[in-house]
């Protein structure tokens, strides 16, 4: 049996309550980025590369499904399934670290002397819920030249990052910390080579299932969870199993045509890109 990489399917009304942490670490734990793994649910995609505020920022616009930021954090619902993500990048904290956590987008702008309130990327003021741990924000400043700061006008902590423990700490943006950005996708990936079979019972063990393609903006929009979450790899003969990953469809032999896993027949056959001498491959979509 061919064993080949996973496609999962988040659907957007999936609640954190619903998902299996536990096993979504084991799905995920074998995806990397250069530098870092990374884990995702349907609200968030979380990576373990440790960068400054400014490229955390950056490398979220990576991905280009819709416009990414770091993360928004509005309701304590949101700030528990970010932090079982960064519980999984750090089940403990490293040796000599105290508190080991994730940039989010939360950052205040300073205006002259007077400081704005801090906001979210959307330009929202955060006046509702906040996870602040005891004394935060202590919005320290730095001079030049001290303790890492390299800016002439000084530094200050503005920017905020999440812990483990799911506590808000303001940082200076010159930290290196993992991070985490808002994620509107649909799809997230394993790269762990399963069968067809071994791939759909373990997306039932989270709580998930395979993915499936209703439209042209679907497919799309797995082709770039595919580069995103995999990489490309140019170098990959067509038929190698790793340029492969499974979907949740498959051939049923007694109506004689290609289902989808709930049973829905596949009306339009445009939307899948099939290779006509592949037609028969039941499951299989081909990583370009």
Same mark, same amino acid.
């Given at each position: ?218 497919? !799309? ?11 490309? %790899? *140019?170098?990959?003969? /067509?038929? &190698?199993? #790793? ?13 004689? !045509? ?11 056959? %445009? *939307?899948?890109?099939? /290779?006509? &001498?592949? #037609? ?9």
């Amino acid at each position: 049996m061919m064993k080949i990489t996973i496609l999962v399917l988040f659907f957007s009304t999936i609640r954190a309550s619903e998902i299996d942490f536990t096993a979504l670490k084991t799905l995920l734990e074998d995806n990397r980025e250069i530098g870092g793994h990374i884990y995702a649910t349907c609200d968030y995609i979380a990576s373990s590369e440790l960068v400054d505020y400014e490229t955390a920022k950056q490398k979220c616009q990576q991905f280009k499904i819709e416009t990414q930021d770091l993360a928004s954090i509005k309701y304590e619902t949101q700030n528990k399934m970010l932090t079982k993500l960064v519980q999984m990048i750090y089940p403990a904290n490293p040796e000599g670290v105290k508190e080991s956590g994730a940039w989010i987008g939360l950052e205040r702008i300073q205006n002259g002397e007077k400081p704005e309130p801090y906001k979210w990327p959307d330009g929202g003021i955060n006046d509702g819920y906040t996870s602040w741990k005891g004394n935060q924000p202590t919005e320290r400043h730095l001079e030049n030249g001290v303790n890492g700061c390299t800016n002439e006008e000084g530094c200050d902590e503005k920017h905020v990052m999440i812990t483990r423990q799911g506590n808000w700490k303001d940082r200076f943006d010159f930290h290196k910390h993992s991070f985490a950005c808002d994620y509107k996708g649909k799809y997230i990936l394993s790269s762990k080579r399963k069968s067809w079979q071994e791939a759909s019972e373990a997306c039932k063990s989270v709580g998930l299932h395979l993915a499936m393609i209703e439209n042209n903006n679907d497919w !799309e929009e797995m082709e770039q969870a595919i580069k995103f979450f995999l990489g490309v %790899d *140019v170098t990959l003969e /067509r038929n &190698k199993p #790793r340029n492969w990953v499974w979907i949740g469809s498959s051939y049923d032999e007694t109506e004689g !045509e290609f289902t989808w896993i709930e049973g829905d027949k596949i009306v339009n056959n %445009d *939307v899948l890109p099939w /290779r006509e &001498k592949n #037609r028969q491959i039941a499951g299989q979509v081909e990583c370009r």
